[in-house]
Protein backbone atom coordinates (compact mmCIF):
# COMPACT_ATOMS: atom_id res chain seq x y z
CA UNK A 1 0.00 0.00 0.00
CA UNK A 2 3.16 2.69 1.18
CA UNK A 3 4.66 1.63 -2.13
CA UNK A 4 1.46 2.25 -4.33
CA UNK A 5 1.53 5.81 -2.73
CA UNK A 6 5.31 6.17 -3.33
CA UNK A 7 5.26 5.50 -7.22
CA UNK A 8 2.05 8.06 -7.62
CA UNK A 9 3.72 10.56 -5.60
CA UNK A 10 6.90 10.28 -7.94
CA UNK A 11 4.23 9.89 -11.09
CA UNK A 12 2.47 13.28 -10.40
CA UNK A 13 5.96 14.79 -9.08
CA UNK A 14 7.35 14.08 -12.48
CA UNK A 15 4.58 15.42 -14.33
CA UNK A 16 4.95 18.62 -12.42
CA UNK A 17 8.48 18.99 -13.24
CA UNK A 18 7.80 18.58 -16.55
CA UNK A 19 5.22 21.12 -17.30
CA UNK A 20 7.31 23.33 -15.03
CA UNK A 21 10.31 23.18 -17.73
CA UNK A 22 8.03 23.45 -20.39
CA UNK A 23 7.19 26.95 -18.80
CA UNK A 24 10.67 27.60 -18.75
CA UNK A 25 11.80 27.52 -22.13
CA UNK A 26 11.06 30.17 -24.87
CA UNK A 27 7.52 29.39 -26.57
CA UNK A 28 7.60 28.63 -30.53
CA UNK A 29 4.77 32.09 -30.56
CA UNK A 30 7.70 34.11 -29.37
CA UNK A 31 9.74 33.60 -32.32
CA UNK A 32 13.60 33.79 -32.38
CA UNK A 33 13.40 36.99 -30.82
CA UNK A 34 13.27 35.67 -27.78
CA UNK A 35 13.24 38.72 -24.55
CA UNK A 36 11.31 37.32 -21.56
CA UNK A 37 13.81 38.52 -19.02
CA UNK A 38 15.83 41.19 -17.31
CA UNK A 39 17.72 43.80 -18.80
CA UNK A 40 19.55 47.10 -17.95
CA UNK A 41 18.74 49.46 -20.40
CA UNK A 42 20.02 52.53 -21.51
CA UNK A 43 17.73 55.48 -22.81
CA UNK A 44 20.53 58.44 -23.37
CA UNK A 45 17.68 60.76 -24.56
CA UNK A 46 15.38 60.52 -21.38
CA UNK A 47 16.02 62.95 -17.99
CA UNK A 48 17.75 59.99 -16.01
CA UNK A 49 19.16 57.03 -19.09
CA UNK A 50 19.66 54.41 -16.73
CA UNK A 51 17.02 51.97 -16.90
CA UNK A 52 15.79 48.17 -15.79
CA UNK A 53 13.18 46.46 -17.88
CA UNK A 54 11.46 43.24 -17.22
CA UNK A 55 9.91 41.25 -20.20
CA UNK A 56 7.82 38.44 -18.63
CA UNK A 57 6.84 35.77 -21.15
CA UNK A 58 2.96 36.50 -20.85
CA UNK A 59 3.41 39.63 -22.50
CA UNK A 60 3.63 42.12 -20.12
CA UNK A 61 6.78 44.85 -19.60
CA UNK A 62 7.93 46.40 -16.34
CA UNK A 63 10.28 49.42 -16.10
CA UNK A 64 12.21 51.11 -13.37
CA UNK A 65 14.53 53.52 -13.09
CA UNK A 66 15.31 56.54 -10.45
CA UNK A 67 13.24 59.36 -11.23
CA UNK A 68 16.14 61.75 -10.13
CA UNK A 69 16.11 62.91 -13.55
CA UNK A 70 13.52 65.51 -13.11
CA UNK A 71 13.65 68.21 -9.78
CA UNK A 72 9.55 68.74 -11.02
CA UNK A 73 8.09 65.92 -11.00
CA UNK A 74 8.02 62.63 -9.87
CA UNK A 75 7.27 59.71 -11.73
CA UNK A 76 6.09 55.72 -11.17
CA UNK A 77 7.40 52.52 -12.61
CA UNK A 78 5.98 51.72 -16.50
CA UNK A 79 4.08 48.66 -17.06
CA UNK A 80 3.18 47.50 -20.53
CA UNK A 81 3.18 44.97 -22.94
CA UNK A 82 5.16 43.80 -26.00
CA UNK A 83 4.55 41.40 -28.87
CA UNK A 84 6.94 40.05 -31.52
CA UNK A 85 6.46 41.33 -34.93
CA UNK A 86 8.80 39.95 -37.24
CA UNK A 87 12.10 39.64 -35.88
CA UNK A 88 11.24 43.04 -33.78
CA UNK A 89 9.78 43.26 -30.26
CA UNK A 90 6.97 46.30 -30.38
CA UNK A 91 5.85 47.47 -26.78
CA UNK A 92 4.57 49.89 -24.69
CA UNK A 93 4.67 51.28 -21.22
CA UNK A 94 2.64 53.90 -19.09
CA UNK A 95 4.08 56.02 -16.11
CA UNK A 96 2.03 58.32 -14.05
CA UNK A 97 3.98 61.45 -12.84
CA UNK A 98 2.74 63.60 -10.03
CA UNK A 99 4.42 66.97 -9.36
CA UNK A 100 6.68 66.73 -6.31
CA UNK A 101 6.09 70.70 -4.79
CA UNK A 102 1.98 70.12 -5.06
CA UNK A 103 1.67 65.68 -5.26
CA UNK A 104 -0.96 66.34 -8.07
CA UNK A 105 -1.21 64.65 -11.09
CA UNK A 106 1.17 65.88 -13.69
CA UNK A 107 1.08 63.44 -16.85
CA UNK A 108 0.67 59.84 -17.98
CA UNK A 109 3.74 58.80 -19.95
CA UNK A 110 3.17 56.68 -22.90
CA UNK A 111 6.51 55.13 -23.89
CA UNK A 112 6.51 52.94 -27.21
CA UNK A 113 9.23 51.48 -28.53
CA UNK A 114 10.44 48.99 -31.16
CA UNK A 115 13.75 46.62 -30.52
CA UNK A 116 15.51 44.23 -32.24
CA UNK A 117 17.28 41.49 -30.33
CA UNK A 118 20.86 40.44 -31.40
CA UNK A 119 22.13 37.17 -28.42
CA UNK A 120 21.36 39.20 -25.07
CA UNK A 121 21.76 42.58 -26.21
CA UNK A 122 19.35 45.00 -28.33
CA UNK A 123 18.82 48.09 -29.65
CA UNK A 124 15.98 49.97 -31.19
CA UNK A 125 13.85 53.53 -31.07
CA UNK A 126 10.71 54.78 -29.46
CA UNK A 127 8.82 57.53 -28.48
CA UNK A 128 7.32 59.17 -25.47
CA UNK A 129 3.91 61.24 -25.45
CA UNK A 130 2.24 62.84 -22.24
CA UNK A 131 -0.74 63.32 -21.95
CA UNK A 132 -2.88 65.28 -18.93
CA UNK A 133 -6.00 64.17 -16.97
CA UNK A 134 -8.32 64.43 -20.25
CA UNK A 135 -6.35 62.29 -21.75
CA UNK A 136 -4.90 65.87 -23.95
CA UNK A 137 -1.85 65.32 -26.11
CA UNK A 138 0.41 67.86 -23.43
CA UNK A 139 3.76 66.74 -24.71
CA UNK A 140 5.44 64.65 -27.52
CA UNK A 141 5.83 62.90 -29.77
CA UNK A 142 9.64 62.64 -28.17
CA UNK A 143 12.19 60.20 -30.03
CA UNK A 144 14.40 58.26 -28.11
CA UNK A 145 17.10 55.51 -28.76
CA UNK A 146 17.57 52.73 -26.29
CA UNK A 147 20.18 49.56 -25.67
CA UNK A 148 19.78 46.71 -23.46
CA UNK A 149 22.09 44.04 -22.34
CA UNK A 150 20.61 40.71 -20.74
CA UNK A 151 21.09 40.66 -16.69
CA UNK A 152 22.33 36.41 -16.25
CA UNK A 153 22.48 34.91 -13.12
CA UNK A 154 26.25 33.34 -13.99
Not at 19 to 47: D, N, Q, R
Not at 122 to 145: E, M, R, V
Amino acid sequence: MLRNAYVKALAVLALCASVLTGCSTPSAKHGASYIAGAWFVKMPEAPFQYHMLIFNADGTVLQSNPDAGDPHTSDSNGMGAWVTEGDRIIGKFVEVTADRATHAFASRGDIAFNIQINGDTFSGTGSANFYDTHGALTGGPIPFTLSGTRIRAK
